[in-house]
């Protein structure tokens, strides 16, 4: 069983298609969110690199995650896979918070 077809089994995708355009909206989603979140949203927050450790810590936490998620959705959108990726998002919101 080759790489993509475990992906498309563990991902319940059909087509071999449907996990590039996944990989690619992961790929666009962290390249978008390391270009304009960190150099743009953190320091209006005072967030930089001369920040203590746990201060970006939770920075990542409380506005980072979100931000990327934000993001996720919206390439998940523009790239045909917003059913996807809303879906995927439920799953490791439940993850994080303990609820099923």
Avoid: H
């Amino acid at each position: 069983m080759s790489f993509i077809d475990k992906l498309k089994t563990r991902w319940g995708v059909k087509s071999n298609w449907s996990v590039v355009v996944i990989l690619l909206v992961f790929a666009l989603t962290g390249t978008t969110f390391m270009y304009t979140v960190k150099p743009y949203v953190y320091p209006i927050f005072g967030i930089d690199s001369t920040s203590s450790i746990w201060v970006r810590i939770a920075a990542f936490f409380f506005i980072g995650l979100p931000c990327y998620q934000v993001l996720l959705l919206i390439w998940g959108t523009l790239l045909g896979q917003f059913r996807f990726f809303w879906e995927f998002e439920k799953r490791m919101f439940r993850r994080m918070t303990g609820r099923k």
